[in-house]
């Protein structure tokens, strides 16, 4: 079979960049961590209303025995629920998010938040918010009709001006 010399060197670079991609992946996978934005923890996206953890009442910021805050949000078809809370600037947060129908994205401007929301799974972030202010939370993946409409508040205050919301001496619930 006749392959013009100048194809086959086209086809060799093809070839080489493909090679090149795919060991990019896998060096970033093995060596750096680098990994899908999940702690690989699932949860059934149908039932989250009865589920301890995610059910109503304790969604939103709660502090632990040790004075670590975790923030617990759902997205849903179209906001992210509770549709505002308050934390503190300048502490670390960390951030449990699920979906209770199609998959999400959430990003916050100015941080490293983004991330996928993809149900059934849950999507846990750590972050800080270097300044006091008001921040949106928004929507980064196609979720339907409203998409343009899926945002919330995160208002975030002095840090010695923050009351916690709920002190649970138990800890939070797991
Ligand atoms: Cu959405």
Redesign the pocket.
């Known amino acids: 079979m006749h392959i013009d010399p100048l194809e086959k060197k086209w086809a060799q670079i093809v070839l080489a960049i493909c090679a090149l991609f795919v060991g990019i992946i896998m060096i970033d996978a093995l060596f750096h961590g680098v990994n899908a934005p999940s702690n690989v923890e699932t949860i059934d996206s149908a039932k989250l209303h009865l589920s301890e953890e995610f059910a109503e009442d304790n969604l939103g910021v709660q502090v632990d025995a040790n004075g670590d805050i975790t923030v617990r949000m759902v997205?849903g078809?179209?906001s992210f629920f509770p549709k505002k809370i308050a934390v503190p600037a300048e502490t670390k947060l960390t951030f449990r998010w699920v979906s209770i129908d199609?998959?999400?994205?959430v990003h916050i401007p100015m941080t490293n938040m983004s991330t996928m929301?993809v149900p059934g799974f849950v999507a846990q972030i750590e972050t800080s918010f270097p300044k006091p202010g008001n921040y949106p939370v928004l929507?980064?993946?196609?979720?339907?009709l409203?998409?343009d409409h899926?945002w919330s508040k995160i208002d975030v205050v002095e840090k010695d001006q923050w009351i916690a919301p709920q002190i649970s001496s138990t800890g939070v619930k797991e």
């Open positions: 997205a078809r179209y199609v998959l999400h994205g929301i929507c980064n993946e196609y979720c339907g409203g998409h899926m």
